[in-house]
């Protein structure tokens, strides 16, 4: 079955600057790689998704890069603040697969002031 | 509001016992899906539920059962012979695709948990 790793499990920037959170997966055939914030205490919230048509994709602060052939994607959130704060999972999902998402482990972003 | 509705938000089982949670959704969507979640890890799935009257089981079913006798509920049980009960579980739904296998690749919406602690 796929296997999605998540790195890193931490992370810790000052206000203003840019996160970077990297996911790898193991199956060729994932086609769809949602990412999702989740606060604490609630459920998970999507914040933007790609699909393997497609390389890049932005919306506001929050843009998604992917590489097929490296089978890794990842988050990049800009000029980040404090509401950014949470944990950050990845997932991945193989085509005709059912929509089964398969998680990463999550990472635990801290917005310092 | 169209959401996810998981009930209750904290629930407590005593040893032996069967105890059910509730998800509903009014999101007019086919799929549903239980996940479980533990400390410092991702989200494992439970069971899904691609139609009514129909589940599959996930990568860790043992121990839980479901039903989808309507479009709108999934409820979960945590039986007794699921050891290690004490976790965070969610419930999330999906439309199906367009074009696609049932329910594939569309995103799922998820609603704020219950968390299940022992006795």
């Known amino acids: 079955g796929e296997n999605v790793e998540q790195h890193p499990s931490t992370l810790s920037v000052q206000e203003g600057d840019s996160a970077v959170i990297k996911c790898t997966y193991s199956d060729s055939a994932s086609n769809y790689f949602p990412w999702y914030k989740q606060e604490l205490g609630k459920g998970p919230q999507l914040i933007i998704d790609?699909?393997?048509?497609?390389g890049e994709k932005k919306d506001q602060r929050i843009a998604v890069t992917l590489n097929k052939t490296a089978k890794h994607f990842s988050l990049h959130i800009t000029e980040t603040q404090p509401e950014d704060s949470a944990v950050y999972f990845c997932?991945?999902?193989?085509?005709?697969?059912?929509?089964?998402?398969?998680f990463g482990t999550g990472t635990q972003l801290k917005v310092e002031l | 509001d169209g959401g996810i509705t998981q009930s209750p938000k904290y629930l407590f089982r005593k040893e032996g016992q069967n105890v059910t949670l509730s998800c509903e959704q009014n999101l007019n969507h086919d799929a549903m899906y239980w996940y479980r979640q533990d400390p410092g890890q991702g989200l494992r799935l439970i069971y899904y539920?691609?139609?009514?009257?129909?589940?599959q089981k996930g990568d860790i079913a043992e121990g839980y059962s479901v039903s989808r006798e309507k479009k709108e509920s999934f409820p979960l049980t945590v039986t007794s012979a699921q050891k290690n009960p004490t976790a965070f579980y969610l419930c999330?739904?999906?439309?199906?695709?367009?074009?696609?296998?049932?329910?594939?690749?569309?995103?799922?919406?998820f609603g704020d948990g219950t968390r299940l602690s022992i006795l």
């Open positions: 997932a991945a999902s193989i085509r005709g697969g059912g929509n089964k998402l398969t």
């Open positions: 790609i699909r393997s048509n497609v």
């Open positions: 539920s691609q139609i009514v009257n129909d589940f």
């Open positions: 999330a739904s999906s439309s199906p695709g367009q074009g696609a296998p049932r329910g594939g690749n569309q995103p799922q919406h």
